[in-house]
T-cell receptor, first 116, second 114 residues
């Protein structure tokens, strides 16, 4: 079974609108970390936001927020007020006890395109 | 300094060549990683170094040889590669391997094997 599932291969959003990128995960460990990364066409992976399994509140970082629903094992990324520079590949990732927390498992990614 | 640097940015090599990729960080991180990424795919973990010791090798062929000379530096030595090894090679570091430690990535080396 996939540990991280991103069901949207591609998404379009109008500039200045909000967009939600979906991510579901699978782990039996009580302690885990969830991450979102952005990868522009240049190739560099940019860390966006982190949510810990024990965190009571949803994480927010500027225009990025994480809609964490623990019972549903989902960790969707919300980007508010989209900008042209947000066009990129977005990866959801998880670090859990498998491999002693040394491995980070990535989803297959969602390609976001912001339309002017 | 919150940057991971990688050199070279681009590398073209023949199947009989020996080359090395270099990765450096000065954030005091004690975990460093090598990933291979093919186009339109997520990064695939190759190696993990924790406190300068190799802790994970994801069954990578021996033509890839990692080295961690000190806590700031990570190398990947390449020898007798195949065309299918052409990919983006990403280096990352994190303060440790706790659940909440995010990885910081370098810009990558785009490798082409002829």
């Amino acid at each position: 079974a996939q540990k991280i599932t991103q069901t949207q291969p591609g998404m379009f959003v109008q500039e200045k609108e909000a967009v939600t990128l979906d991510c579901t995960y699978d782990t039996s460990d009580p302690s885990y970390g969830l991450f979102w990364y952005k990868q522009p066409s240049s190739g560099e992976m940019i860390f966006l936001i982190y949510q810990g399994s024990y965190d009571q509140q949803n994480a927010t970082e500027g225009r990025y927020s994480l809609n964490f629903q623990k019972a549903r094992k989902s960790a969707n990324l919300v980007i508010s007020a989209s900008q042209l520079g947000d066009s990129a590949m977005y990866f959801c990732a998880m670090r859990d006890a498998s491999g002693g927390y040394q491995k980070v498992t990535f989803g297959t990614g969602t390609k976001l395109q912001v339309i002017p | 300094d919150t940057e991971v640097t990688q050199t070279p940015k681009h590398l073209v090599m023949g199947m009989t060549n020996k080359k090395s990729l270099k990765c450096e960080q000065h954030m005091g991180h004690r975990a460093m990683y090598w990933y291979k990424q093919k186009a339109k795919k997520p990064p695939e973990l190759m190696f993990v170094y924790s406190y300068e010791k190799l802790s994970i090798n994801e069954s990578v062929p021996s033509r890839f040889s990692p080295e961690c000379p000190n806590s700031s530096l990570l190398n990947l030595h390449l020898h007798a590669l195949q065309p299918e090894d052409s990919a983006l090679y990403l280096c990352a570091s994190s303060s440790s391997t706790l659940a909440g430690n995010e990885q910081f990535f370098g810009p990558g080396t785009r490798l082409t094997v002829l």
